[in-house]
């Protein structure tokens, strides 16, 4: 059966940056996959693109025809796309069955907290039986405000709701906050989204004038609304850096049910049978000290590792160390990475 990401975000996100190197990442582990390109806006693609809407409408042609600016041209296309829903299908079908998906989608928030576009395309990929998982990109900076980070609270938890998919809220770029000075709270607060009363007070400072604090009020009862609902949560995300890539996928893949399923055909059972002996990392390293407290010590050790493995391994191959391929140095990641799940990992 067919499984997918549907990768979904604000301008800025990283969403084609994440397309890119996640498709490295499952090259490297054996894993075929197509990245299927939803944003018509998107001319300047810096991954592998198996299907592209521009090659059925194009955002030109649609604001020059219907006289539309880029906003209300993007979700003319998808709307363009959906009516004729059966012809997008079967291109995506005929990618393979066996197939591994990322969607590129569009960045306009409007596609994943209110309109139906984007739902009525994903809900018949999954009556087709395609397993998806949403992967909502939050860039990091967002939760330096503590009305911001409310902000993009109600977006992950409207998107949630509308799509009504297995879904992974990921702050990412989370390998430049500590560029933005210090957090409120330790990072681990604002990943878990538990108790957000204790931003109220920092609302209250935020701004002292009467809009201000009926804005303040609103912030709070948005707050309380999180709340009640006990659906929102984030993973981290530094695309650069490969052991948190690889401790997301370990999360996606649970979330969509590939870890559960044959892997065979995929080529990568390794990776499978090292995820379900071993988990996921995100129980063995504190995101605080990693990203905020010691990041540098942390990036040094990691650089490091990965140095003196790719290194033993050209040595053993008798290669020199400028002919390192990606694929190698993802290879020797996830030996470390297999280690730390207290097995072997043999490719």
């Not at 129980?283 to 290194?311: F, H, S, T, V």
Request: aromatic share 10%; hydrophobic share 35%.
């Amino acid at each position: 059966m067919p499984f997918a990401q549907l990768i979904i975000g604000p301008p800025g996100s990283g969403k084609s940056t994440y397309c890119s190197g996640m498709q490295q990442f499952l090259s490297a582990i054996g894993r075929k996959t197509s990245v299927v390109n939803l944003d018509p806006a998107n001319d300047d693609l810096n991954y592998t693109c198996n299907l592209d809407i521009r090659d059925f409408i194009t955002l030109e042609e649609v604001m020059e025809e219907h006289s539309l600016g880029p906003n209300g041209g993007v979700m003319f296309a998808l709307e363009e796309v959906e009516h004729s829903i059966d012809q997008f299908i079967q291109k995506v079908i005929d990618l393979g069955k066996h197939e591994y998906i990322l969607f590129d989608c569009p960045g306009q928030v409007e596609l994943f907290t209110h309109h139906s576009t984007l739902h009525k395309i994903f809900k018949r990929l999954e009556k087709l039986d395609y397993r998806l998982v949403v992967v909502h990109l939050i860039d990091s900076y967002y939760i330096k405000s503590p009305s911001q980070y409310i902000s993009i609270l109600l977006l992950a938890l409207r998107s949630m709701l509308l799509l009504d998919l297995p879904h992974i809220n990921v702050l990412s770029k989370i390998d430049l906050l500590s560029n933005y000075g210090e957090l409120d709270f330790n990072l681990d607060f604002y990943t878990e989204v538990h108790d957000l009363s204790h931003l109220f007070p920092l609302l209250q400072k935020e701004s002292s004038s009467l809009l201000g604090q009926k804005y303040t009020k609103l912030s709070e009862a948005i707050a309380d609304v999180v709340m009640d609902f006990s659906l929102v949560g984030f993973e981290v995300l530094a695309v650069e850096d490969k052991k948190s890539m690889i401790n997301l996928l370990s999360v996606i893949d649970k979330a969509n049910g590939y870890l559960f399923g044959s892997t065979e055909i995929g080529g990568d059972s390794v990776w499978a049978d090292a995820t379900r002996q071993g988990g996921y990392m995100g129980g063995i390293y504190d995101i605080q000290e990693r990203w905020i407290d010691n990041k540098e010590a942390y990036d040094k050790q990691e650089r490091e590792e990965l140095e003196a493995r790719i290194k033993e391994h050209n040595e053993t191959q008798g290669i020199s160390d400028e002919k390192t391929s990606p694929e190698d140095e993802w290879e020797e990641a996830l030996k470390n990475w297999e280690e730390t799940q207290g097995g072997s990992y043999v490719r």
